[in-house]
Nanobody
Framework: QVQLVESGGGLVQAGGSLRLSCAPS????????MAWFRQASGKEREFVAS????????YYADSLKGRFTISRDNAKNTVYLQMNSLKPEDTAVYFC????????????????WGQGTQVTVSS
């Protein structure tokens, strides 16, 4: 399985922005579906966004539409999660994942995962 590496997390004030990156370590990922999930302390992992490439279909958790954007740079084989207007409730460890088949919003569909990157939003 492909090893994924996330980066870009950190501490930001409410209302600020962060961009997370996810790239495969080692061999190139052949997965056409990439996703971001997050897990807050004491809570279950939840779906954030997914993208299906090369057709570019994207899906978002309803509560995050309009604030978060998933994108992919094919030349760099990197997937991004742009997060704007961040809120304290967005604080969580964010994971990227890849798969060849859906359902795209279900964590168990994804076969490769990164180690996660911490995002902390202060009020």
């Amino acid at each position: 399985q492909v090893q994924l590496v996330e980066s870009g997390g950190g501490l930001v004030q409410a209302g600020g922005s962060l961009r997370l990156s996810c790239a495969p370590s080692g061999r190139t990922s052949s997965s056409n579906a990439m996703a971001w999930f997050r897990q807050a302390s004491g809570k279950e992992r939840e779906f954030v966004a997914s993208g299906i490439w090369p057709n570019g279909f994207t899906y978002y958790a309803d509560s995050l539409k309009g604030r978060f954007t998933i994108s992919r740079d094919n030349a760099k084989n990197t997937v991004y999660l742009q997060m704007n207007s961040l809120k304290p409730e967005d604080t969580a460890v964010y994971f990227c994942a890849s798969t060849l088949a859906g359902p795209w919003q279900i964590a168990s569909s994804y076969k490769s995962w990164g180690q996660g990157t911490q995002v902390t939003v202060s009020s």
